[in-house]
Every structure is written in structure tokens, then in C-alpha cells.
């Protein structure tokens, strides 16, 4: 038992948990390193702003539905002078022609893989590589951003690192698909991830203790991570019972990854009325958050299948979809 006259500060005790992990991911990427962040929002921050400053240029590119955008106060323009340039349509998805079309130097461009806003979808292999080509012929470095990377992985049927070798800096989440308890991690080159070493500083991201995260998503990575094939085909077959129904419909249809959006032919407060009755009566919880639709007669909102889901047939969760649209219609 080690004794203490002065403790040691707390960034010079080894965090052996956090170093394995961030090797075994750079490893699974197939990147030279991986470096732990407090939350995906900051680790891309950095890495934009990276990438931004190498190219003196403060534009990136991205879906006009980014997470970035929506869901993070648009930190980058807020903290590091960034902007951001939407590339095609908010309900589709990023074309090469659409990047093709940006008239304005860019510092990066970002992918989402896969698209959350529009149910997990993706681009196909061919598709991805020709837009990766576009971005890196006008000198635009190539970011991305894999909250669900793991999830992706199931559609597109090839090795981690086999996707995330197409990028200059990747993202991936800690605790969405591996349900580690928080976190992300930034994979790249040696000398940008050594850079974004300084901007976690910078920021304050640099905890200190941050094992029992590790340990949590090494746990992720060795129970979960294999299943992500089978989240997927369970996500397929939820998917086809409630196209089967006829009473609401999914999209992507069929889901490509464990994700997917359930769309309701009813409006968002009718529909979360009923759910909370649903959940009251039948303990079973449908959905997180609806999304409203532009017509106020339509809602949705998203499924991540894993393993709570896999408790739910098919048919069971067709039936539930059933009776909560028969009730918020009746309501
Ligand atoms: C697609 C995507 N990108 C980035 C993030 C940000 O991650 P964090 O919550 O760790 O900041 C999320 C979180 O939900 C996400 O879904």
C-alpha cells in the first residue's frame, strides 16, 4: 500500500483502463491512436477546428440535419469562429453532387454515418468513396461522425477499419450502441490526435479518473459489439411486422442498421398521451422522444434496437404500435 506525504496530482496517476481502450479502438479503426473525450460534442469540436486551422479555412461541410447543428448549441461556431456550410437536401441524404456544388473552400467535410435524422440511413459503399473523393479534391479534410459507427458497420458488412480507414479523424461514441456510461473517443493520425491532446486541455476535457468509463465501454465493446448484427436483423423484423400491420409505416424501410423510424398517422401530444397510457397499463415503454412532422397529423420517432428491444416480438411491438395509434386517434 503506497503511502502519501502530498498526493500526486491526479493527471499524473495512470489510468491503465483508458489506455487499453483507446488502443484496442485505434486498433479496431485500424488509425494510428484514439484519445478518450469527455463527449462526442467536444471531440469534434477539436477535430474541426484542427483541421480548420491547418487549412487557414473556417468553413465545413455537412447535413442540414448535423447533430451539430440540432443538438449542440452549435458550439463550433460558438467556441472556435467555424461555420457551417448544409450540403443537400434536409430530408435526404448528402450527395457528391451536392458537395460538388459548394462553391467556397472548405476546411472539412463531416458524415454522420449513419444519419440519425433520417432513421439511421446511409449511403451506399460506392456512393460514400466518390464523395470522399469530391471533398478530398478541393483539399477539405475528411471527418466522421460515428456516434453509431458500430452500428453502420452491420449495413455496410466490412471491417471497422475498413470504413474508418476513409477518413482523416473519426468520432465514435462510448455510450450509445456500447452503453459504456459517458464519453467518446477521437481517432486520427498520430500528430492530429497529439493535437487534439492540447485542445482537451484547453477545454478542460482532460479527466483525470475517467476508468470507470473505460471499463464500462471495454465491457461495450466485448458483449455488445457482436451483436450488433443481430440488433439489426431484430430491428428488420420489428420493421416488417408494422409494415405488415398497415397501421404505421418505417423508415428506412428496411432499416439498414439497428435503427429506424417509426412514423405514426396521428399528432405528437395525442400520441404522447396515449404512450404514457400505454406505458401505465402495459409497462412497456415505446418510444423516448416523438418528433413532430410538418403535418400536425403525423409524428414519428426513432428505435434503436438493443438488448431491452430484443425482449419484444415482432409482433408484440405491432400490436403495441397498433393500439397506440387506435388511442391517441380516439383521445
Ligand atoms: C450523431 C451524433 N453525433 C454526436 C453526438 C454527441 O455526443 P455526446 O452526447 O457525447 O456529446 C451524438 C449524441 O447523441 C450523436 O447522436
Partial sequence: MTRWLERPEADALPDEPMAELEKRV????????????????????????????????????????????????????AVHDLRHRPAGD???????????????????????????????????????????????????????????????????????????????????????????????????????VAEAGVWRKRLGGGLSEAWPVAISALDGLDTLLPRMPEFREHAIAIAAAITADGVASVSPDPPQTPIFHIHLPAGRRAVEQAGAALLAEHGTQLFGRLRSSPDPRRCSFEVSVGLNALELSPAEVAALIRELVDRASSG
Wanted: glycine content about 10%; aromatic content about 8%; hydrophobic content about 45%.
Fill in 26 to 77: 485505434a486498433g479496431l479503426l485500424g488509425l494510428d491512436a484514439a484519445l478518450f473525450f469527455p463527449s462526442g460534442t467536444m471531440a469534434q469540436q477539436v477535430a474541426l477546428r484542427i483541421h480548420a486551422d491547418r487549412r487557414g479555412r473556417r468553413t465545413f461541410a455537412a447535413h442540414p440535419q448535423t447533430h451539430l447543428d440540432t443538438w449542440e448549441e452549435r458550439g463550433y461556431t
Fill in 90 to 192: 434536409r430530408n435526404e441524404l448528402m450527395t457528391a453532387a451536392d458537395l460538388a456544388a459548394i462553391d467556397e473552400p472548405l476546411a472539412a467535410v463531416l458524415w454522420e454515418l449513419p444519419q440519425r435524422d433520417l432513421g439511421g440511413l446511409l449511403p451506399s459503399w460506392d456512393e460514400l468513396r466518390e464523395q470522399i473523393a469530391v471533398a478530398r479534391a478541393a483539399g477539405a479534410a475528411v471527418h466522421m461522425d460515428g456516434a453509431r459507427l458500430w452500428e453502420a458497420q452491420t449495413f455496410y458488412r466490412r471491417p471497422l477499419a475498413e470504413i474508418a480507414g476513409l477518413f482523416d479523424t473519426v468520432y465514435v461514441s462510448l455510450y450509445k450502441g456500447l452503453a459504456g456510461l459517458r464519453g467518446a473517443l477521437l481517432a486520427g493520425d498520430r500528430v492530429t
